[in-house]
């Protein structure tokens, strides 16, 4: 099968969009019959081909970037030349310039296309008045449209009127690295050295508006644990000046902020967790992997009852705790709830490991995403 897949974006862009499609497209590359290309925007202002593990990547030259969309050079006219060639063309929503482009395309009518609907539109909400009829043709068009979480097909004002062409998806997620690299857990047990054996919570994560890191701050100062972040954005300075703050009232705890770490460094930081912590406020978080990333790791996780897929991949009293969104004293009594159970982290985090293994792998979702591409080839 020949499968053309499309994203604003494609590692080593940083992003759980981008690698859930360089997953997506490595686990359908390595099945022998497939022929596996991408389409997406480069980085800079210059035409790109390569090929990474099996896939045929096409960077076209991005002019600039609005709104979070990247804005590429002759991207409908490549997008349709490609087309001509492909059995199906896959695209991961939302990516407006893309789709714009494509519905402006003869070939957005003729050509089988799914999509995947990562997420809704939530905070560009006038450019969403203005793209909303260009997104109800493109989702008109497409045979079937994927969703990682029944919440999000319920919730989803623009999928639930189309439930009838909608299809739940587990993501995979490649965790061999996490579960059984000896050497993670050698370099965990001296993280947790480091923070003299204190209790450790793991955020890992862009430091931006939808990800909780306010709520966050506010909550750290009551729970008597070492926080760990791993990421970067406008929000890092807020962390750090509520530590600070805390620190001077008397909390004992310690916060270390951590730019970027590697897949290495990052599974040693998930087996040295005691409990891992998404506290996201808005739907923009549409699932979470880096939950299932914690979970393969066999430590429970703190989340939020956002109406996305964030509490699917989380599930209440079977592989961690959610919260209210927003609400600070809510999150500091489930993280001191698990840090003073250790029966109970050891109950969660089990079960958790043994869903992340068994559902969230990529064969599976390999598997029920050609399962997807078959049923629309035959519509």
């Keep these: 099968m020949r499968i053309l897949l499309v994203n604003k974006y494609y590692p080593p862009h940083i992003g759980g969009v981008e690698e859930h499609v360089r997953d997506v497209a490595e686990g ?5 019959e497939n022929e596996v290309r991408v389409i997406v925007s480069n980085n800079e202002r210059r035409y790109r081909e390569e090929q990474c593990n099996g896939v045929e990547i096409i960077r076209l030259p991005r002019l600039t970037e609005r709104a979070s969309t990247p804005i590429a050079r002759h991207f ?9 060639t492909a059995d199906i063309v896959h695209f991961h929503f939302p990516y407006p310039w893309g789709e714009f482009e494509w519905c402006g395309q003869a070939a957005s009518k003729t050509t089988p ?12 909400r006038i450019a969403l008045a203005v793209y909303r009829p ?10 079937l449209i994927m969703a990682s979480s029944p919440q999000l097909i ?30 993670a857990r050698t370099r965990a047990a001296r993280i947790r050295a480091d923070h003299n054996g204190r209790p450790l919570v793991l955020f890992v994560g862009r430091l931006v508006y939808y990800k909780g890191i306010p709520v966050l701050a506010e909550a750290l100062s009551r729970v008597d644990a070492d926080f760990i972040v791993v990421g970067r954005g406008p929000d890092a300075q ?5 530590a600070a703050q805390a620190t001077a009232a008397g909390w004992p705890g310690r916060l270390d902020i951590i730019d970027y770490a590697t897949d290495e460094e990052l599974a040693a930081l998930y087996h040295a967790a005691d ?44 592989t961690g705790l959610t919260v209210p969104p927003n609400d600070a004293n809510a999150l500091a009594g489930a993280l001191n709830a698990l840090l003073a159970d250790a029966a109970l982290r050891e109950r969660l985090g089990r079960q958790a490991q043994r869903r992340a293994l068994s559902q969230f792998n990529v064969t599976r979702m390999v598997g029920q995403v050609t399962a997807v591409y078959q049923e629309a080839l035959n519509l």
């Design 275 to 318: 409990v891992f912590t998404l506290p996201s406020t808005e739907p923009s978080e549409a699932f979470g992997l880096v939950q299932i990333e914690a979970q393969a790791a066999g430590t429970p996780v703190v989340s939020t009852r956002l109406r996305s897929g964030v509490p699917y991949a989380n599930l209440d009293g079977v």
């Design 113 to 124: 296309y799914v999509v995947t609907y990562h997420s809704d539109i939530v905070r560009q």
């Design 154 to 183: 319920k919730y989803s004002p623009f999928l639930e009127a189309r439930t009838s062409k909608c299809r739940q998806i587990d993501f995979g997620v490649p965790v061999s690295h996490i579960v059984d690299d000896p050497a």
């Design 134 to 143: 260009f997104l109800n043709l493109f989702l008109d068009r497409a045979r």
């Design 76 to 84: 409908g006219a490549v997008l349709a030349h490609e087309a001509k």
């Design 28 to 32: 359908l590359a390595a099945v022998p």
């Design 238 to 242: 807020l962390l750090r000046d509520s």
